[in-house]
């Protein structure tokens, strides 16, 4: 069962950032009723920029809503879900006491944290934080779709029906 979030990205440079490994484009995150999103989570590199259709993808826009799918998955094993027209990737979230971290497949460990104490509850259960223990991981497929829009989830527009698990 696959859960969804529709956010919207509105470019800030103010919060770019520059780590030893990355260029991170800084963005404020907003509910379709315009609250912001209470999450760390506020600059991305070039693979989540890619991954979210954000950066260069913008083309020329400051803010696009983005639907977020994650599917928990049973393991690295999984069949990949497949959206026509849409990027979806394979990461594992995993847990340290208040904490939880995506990684890269290989087990690299990506700038997106979740934090038990600080972050909507909405998003930690969207991401599966509150459904794994201390030191476990969970498997999960990330795709993201922009839209014009902020009108509720609507499966048929985006073909969402069409998602498919692949070898």
């Not at 859960?3 to 907003?30: K, M, S």
């Not at 696009?64 to 026509?84: H, M, N, T, V, Y």
């Not at 104490?117 to 779709?145: F, M, S, Y």
């Amino acid at each position: 069962m696959s859960r969804t979030l529709t956010i919207l990205f509105r470019r800030e440079p103010c919060l770019d950032q520059n780590c030893n490994v990355a260029a991170l484009q800084g963005y404020e995150l907003y509910w379709p009723d315009g609250r912001p999103v209470e999450v760390g989570l506020n600059a991305f590199c070039k693979h989540g920029q890619r991954l979210l259709g954000l950066g260069k993808h913008l083309a020329g826009c400051q803010e696009k809503f983005i639907r977020l799918i994650c599917f928990p998955l049973s393991g690295l094993e999984a069949k990949l879900i497949r959206i026509p027209g849409y990027r979806v990737r394979r990461f594992f979230l995993e847990r340290h006491g208040r904490i939880g971290r995506i990684h890269f497949m290989d087990g690299t460990p990506t700038n997106a944290c979740f934090d038990l104490d600080r972050d909507e509850e909405a998003v930690l259960e969207w991401i599966g934080l509150t459904q794994i223990r201390d030191g476990e991981r969970q498997w999960i497929d990330l795709a993201a779709i922009g839209t014009e829009h902020s009108s509720p989830w609507d499966e048929e527009d985006l073909k969402l029906e069409d998602a498919v698990a692949v070898e």
